[in-house]
T-cell receptor, first 112, second 116 residues
Framework: AQSVSQHNHHVILSEAASLELGCNYSYGGTVNLFWYVQYPGQHLQLLLK??????LVKGIKGFEAEFIKSKFSFNLRKPSVQWSDTAEYFCAAIQGAQKLVFGQGTRLTINP | GAVVSQHPSWVICKSGTSVKIECRSL??????MFWYRQFPKQSLMLMATSNEGSKATYEQGVEKDKFLINHASLTLSTLTVTSAHPEDSSFYIC????????????FGPGTRLTVT
């Protein structure tokens, strides 16, 4: 079965540190990729998405992600995190008419 | 744009009773709605997919007689948890899209169900 893996379960950083969250998918062929964020007590929000084109995707709140096809990866990055970035982050993938599959999620804690 | 609401945001019910959760797309027509379940500190698991006017498609292992899904209009889908038990306690999240699986899904805020 197709799967999405997030290897970092809980990441703790200090403010202004750089962030990179890993995401790997098992799909072959064309795949659409997403990063969602879930702030405490709030609903899932789309950070960014990759469908095609430039593999470096820029999203909201200063986040970006790079699609590396050869590595089946779509890692999320932010050069300088803020306390308000504390949240749960989910990577997800979909292929064609199949269902959206989520990774296990990464809890990010930013210490002020 | 693309706002999805859920009601109620939280509900507590007694074991054996049924609970209905509503999912509405507020500013777009949702041809497809999805229902997910999220356990504490875990990811979202798709329960079922519903297209307006047709029967829902359930994922393997999800009891269709227990989790009744109705998608009667392009802006409303309901999930009814019948004869709820404590193990049904969870966070239920709906999402909606305008063009089926391949288009972006917009997520509701979720409903916390606690069965006592």
């Amino acid at each position: 079965a197709q799967s999405v893996s997030q290897h970092n379960h809980h990441v703790i950083l200090s403010e202004a540190a750089s962030l990179e969250l890993g995401c790997n998918y098992s799909y072959g062929g064309t795949v659409n990729l997403f990063w969602y964020v879930q702030y405490p007590g709030q609903h899932l929000q789309l950070l960014l998405k990759y469908f095609s084109g430039d593999p470096l995707v820029k999203g909201i709140k200063g986040f970006e992600a790079e699609f590396i096809k050869s590595k089946f990866s779509f890692n999320l990055r932010k050069p300088s995190v803020q306390w308000s970035d504390t949240a749960e982050y989910f990577c997800a993938a979909i292929q064609g008419a199949q269902k959206l599959v989520f990774g296990q999620g990464t809890r990010l804690t930013i210490n002020p | 744009g693309a706002v999805v609401s859920q009601h109620p945001s939280w509900v507590i019910c007694k074991s054996g009773t049924s609970v209905k959760i509503e999912c509405r797309s507020l500013d777009f027509q949702a041809t497809t709605m999805f229902w997910y379940r999220q356990f504490p500190k875990q990811s979202l698991m798709l329960m079922a997919t519903s297209n307006e006017g047709s029967k829902a498609t359930y994922e393997q292992g999800v009891e269709k007689d227990k989790f009744l899904i109705n998608h009667a209009s392009l802006t409303l889908s309901t999930l009814t948890v019948t004869s709820a038990h404590p193990e049904d306690s969870s966070f239920y999240i709906c999402s909606a899209s305008g063009q089926g699986f391949s288009s972006e899904q917009y997520f509701g805020p979720g409903t916390r169900l606690t069965v006592t």
